[in-house]
């Protein structure tokens, strides 16, 4: 990764060994990671703690590269109120394809890759994959970390051990909001 | 449970042990049911295998009870193409609210009712919820089964260790299509 | 028509002459019917003003007769707030198929069908339209009256001379709301 | 305008007069914009032929113009397949507020402005505008047109003299389709 966004310091996926990584792969300009893969994203990190799921964005730009610099980045970013790390893949001289996103062999955006608690692969999906598909794997996983104390069987709105109350009602602060911007 | 739909025999908690369980309580006149409850219960259908997960719905009349009959009901079932297990919530006399119910203390409709291996209601929830939510609690619940066993590592589409292949891209026959009855 | 609900009198076509009017024609258990055709005849009635557009609703049952009786489509039409005038199209001895389906040669539900201010039938169309598409023919269709006066050219909101200011953003009130129905 | 694409020549109002024109002020970076305004000038181009109702793009940058150039438009117009003109509105000197935008006293993006056969601005609308609205405004000006003849009182699907049949069946040609960008 050559830099990185919504993050003080570089992140390492060592460092993040024991918990469930979610990685979505995207470009800027690209429809469906903008219509559905970011957006999916943004729910997860809502809806699970940092604790248990870390998400992560990886700009992996293949074409285009002009117009999808680093300046573009942070604009749509801020503009999509995008608040988890993100970082930009690095440039792979001679090559369209960048260096992340050949190691991972990802063969396209959005690509969502899942990576358990112990670093190992456990998704590596081109398109869209279904939110109850996802989260079916998410709680799998999440389940499967050793430290995963017995969720008390407590009855009524706890979702899981983990899981944010109400997370999914707590709509984004965004600059431009859902409909439109407006001239300030 | 007064009459059952969609399965040959009666069917009992008991008998479900080891699996979780979704119960989706509904009314085929509630808005909410038909436009998100009912389709949310199709797709955990096809989405987990019934070793791991049983969908059973349950038809709890509190309002207009003549206009929601069994025979309505028959026919309302074979338009939507529903094909999990349905019962019909066993009236009480001198009470709108029937038996099942009032047992579960269930709200409204529609309400979901989630019951891990061992029987312990995890979840008992009036109005929607979101899909990422439900997979989530869905796939920690499958997981804590004893019976269990520690999923392969492969890598790739494998989404969790019992989920059908590609189950969500299969679209379920219909007797309407999702647009429009043709006169035969 | 056997019988009419959400009116006090009988409506004739020769009495709605002048206006445009959209019959709606469908099944309260016909899928594509409650998921859109119903809501967008709703979304008609609330933008054109009925001095220029009239919605009018025709239960044509042409299957599974008895679970679709008038006492049930009286609770349908209640829980789905609809009310603009709907007509239970006749029954024809000996056949399955209704007198105004057959005498409209409508070929299933939803269907729709556009009168002009003349009388003439200007779209007879199975299954869903689009809404850019039908409110481009209901705009045609109004401006063509004799009566329409030429519009005044103010610029801004004022979308058409006769179009509710701001309707579609009025909710109507519902009995069960759009996410559930709750115990009373 | 300082620059058009999608256009051989330059596009002047004047020359459209007699046409019904739909302007579409949008910013490559509003999520509004990208999601519900860019679809439904799209949609507008594919149902009414350009004889009728004329649609073109502005893009009017008040913020973050940086990010948002003209060789970024360019390869945004193309992975969105939008095919109708665009035009760049001119930036001014020591205003973030670019000159067409100024003109018309637009308030942000997505603005929707439609113009009439003499020339006269009848909308001029902030934010999204339901397609049953617009299309019943665009239907009401293209039928006040002095040269529309009396459309024949045919049956049937024809929906409106001069609206393509079946126009919105056919997809356009996608570069990313809508639901990733493959790498070649």
Redesign the interface.
């Known amino acids: 990764v050559a830099q990185w966004f919504n993050t003080d310091s570089d992140i390492t996926l060592d460092a993040l060994r024991g918990r469930v990584v979610l990685l979505h792969a995207f470009?800027m300009?690209?429809?469906?990671?903008?219509?559905?893969g970011l957006p999916?994203a943004m729910?997860?990190q809502q809806?699970?703690p940092a604790s248990e799921v870390v998400v992560l964005g990886l700009h992996t730009v293949?074409?285009?590269h002009?117009?999808?610099g680093a300046?573009?980045l942070?604009?749509?970013l801020h503009?999509?109120r995008i608040s988890f790390p993100v970082g930009v893949d690095s440039p792979v001289r001679g090559h369209p394809?960048p260096a992340t996103m050949q190691a991972y062999a990802?063969?396209?955006?959005?690509s969502l890759v899942v990576i358990?608690h112990?670093g190992?692969?456990?998704?590596?999906?081109?398109?869209?994959?279904?939110?109850?598909?996802?989260?079916?794997?998410?709680?799998?996983?999440?389940?499967?970390r050793p430290d995963t104390s017995e969720?008390s069987?407590q009855?009524?709105?706890?979702?899981?051990?983990g899981?944010h109350q109400a997370a999914?009602n707590e709509a984004p602060p965004?600059a431009?909001?859902?409909?439109?911007?407006?001239?300030?």
């Open positions: 470009q300009l690209c429809p469906g990671c903008v219509a559905q999916q729910k997860v809806l699970f293949f074409e285009h002009a117009a999808m300046d573009a942070e604009v749509f503009e999509y394809v990802l063969r396209g955006t959005p358990d112990k190992v692969v456990r998704l590596n999906h081109l398109g869209h994959l279904d939110d109850l598909q996802l989260g079916a794997l998410l709680g799998t996983l999440v389940s499967q969720p069987s009855v009524g709105e706890a979702v899981s051990p899981v999914l965004k431009c909001d859902d409909t439109h911007c407006k001239i300030g």
